[in-house]
């Protein structure tokens, strides 16, 4: 079975700031991870993946995610933020076979302000 | 033209009523699966099929029955709602191994 932890439950940044929004897994076996933007009373969106390959793995707008196996980790970044990046932002896994249910984590929520 | 559509968008009813959320995908996906949203925007598996199968199924109460009558449509019924059923009930489907793609989520109140 995979579980996965998001370590910060809210993550408050100005306008333009960097951000990082950090993720951890555990699994026995290989996964695949994703992250996932909610905005308000709205359903999920798939903001990037990783599947295999290269570990640095970019997505929709402007956010990259890097897997590092070592640490079971696939934190989410964005150089710098907009007003309208503010949402709940889901990191999930699943195992590489068939049949195994995508597991989410608890999100952390992204508040932007100027 | 909407890729994952959930009816209704809101479902307001009382305890111990029997209701039913509608599901239709026309990706051409071949797996559909129903999550739960709770107040604290936690998502949790209820139920996944694979072209009309039953894959998952976990642990929850025998009230909730899924039924898919063919590959596009995935349909959650649920038996003598509860206060605690209330929660946003979200439609996904995907092919083989691809992402999940959502629908815009049913918002179920018990009262």
């Known amino acids: 079975a995979q579980s996965v932890t998001q370590l910060d439950s809210q993550v408050p940044v100005f306008e333009e700031a960097p951000v990082e929004l950090r993720c951890n897994y555990s699994?026995?076996?290989?996964?695949?991870l994703f992250w996932y933007v909610q905005y308000p009373n709205q359903g999920l969106q798939l903001l990037l993946k990783?599947?295999?390959?290269?570990?640095l793995v970019k997505g929709i707008n402007g956010f990259e995610a890097e897997f590092n196996k070592s640490q079971t980790s696939f934190h989410l970044r964005k150089p710098s933020v907009h007003i309208s990046d503010t949402a709940e932002y889901f990191c999930?896994?699943?195992?590489?076979?068939?049949?195994?249910?995508?597991?989410f984590g608890k999100g952390t929520t992204l508040s932007v302000s100027s | 033209d909407t890729a994952v559509s959930q009816t209704p968008k809101y479902l307001v009813t009382q305890m111990g009523n029997d209701k039913s959320i509608k599901c239709e995908q026309n990706?051409?996906?071949?797996?559909m699966y129903w999550y739960k949203q709770d107040s604290k925007k936690f998502l949790k598996i209820m139920f996944s099929?694979?072209?009309?199968?039953?894959?998952i199924n976990e642990t929850v109460p025998n009230r909730f029955s899924p039924k898919s009558p063919d590959k596009a449509h995935l349909n959650l019924h649920i038996n003598s709602l509860e206060l605690g059923d209330s929660a946003v009930y979200f439609c996904?489907?995907?092919?083989?191994?691809?992402?999940?793609?959502f629908g815009n989520g049913t918002r179920l109140t018990v009262t």
């Open positions: 996904a489907s995907s092919l083989q191994r691809t992402p999940l793609h």
């Open positions: 699994s026995s076996v290989s996964v695949y």
């Open positions: 990783y599947l295999s390959g290269s570990t």
């Open positions: 999930a896994v699943s195992g590489v076979q068939a049949g195994t249910a995508l597991i």
């Open positions: 990706l051409g996906h071949d797996t």
């Open positions: 099929y694979n072209n009309k199968e039953l894959i």
